[in-house]
């Protein structure tokens, strides 16, 4: 969550495509603010497709073959539904 403010300022310099979607994968608030990842984002390209990935995954587990799940989620569907 730390960094989002930097990647933010950098995926603005690089002017990105209509049809690109940000998908933020952060978990967590941001300490100065108390705002997710996705409201950061959100804030920052009001006119863009915003979607959500989070789930009982953590990396040592996927990596050790256990099962886990992930859930992507968009206040639009059809962005939600690409994204999965």
């Given at each position: 969550?730390?960094g989002?403010?930097?990647?933010?300022?950098?995926?603005?310099?690089?002017?990105?495509?209509?049809?690109?979607?940000?998908?933020?994968?952060?978990?967590?608030?941001?300490?100065?603010?108390?705002?997710?990842?996705?409201?950061?984002?959100?804030?920052?390209?009001?006119?863009?497709?915003?979607?959500?990935?989070?789930g009982?995954?953590?990396?040592?587990?996927?990596?050790?073959?256990?099962?886990?799940?992930?859930?992507?989620?968009?206040?639009?569907?059809?962005?939600?539904?690409?994204?999965?």
């Amino acid at each position: 969550m730390s960094g989002i403010p930097q990647l933010v300022a950098q995926v603005k310099a690089i002017q990105l495509e209509p049809h690109q979607i940000i998908l933020s994968t952060s978990k967590g608030l941001a300490i100065e603010s108390g705002l997710t990842a996705r409201q950061l984002w959100q804030a920052s390209f009001p006119d863009r497709a915003i979607a959500v990935m989070s789930g009982p995954n953590l990396s040592p587990e996927i990596m050790a073959g256990l099962p886990c799940a992930t859930v992507v989620a968009s206040e639009k569907i059809e962005i939600a539904q690409m994204v999965q």
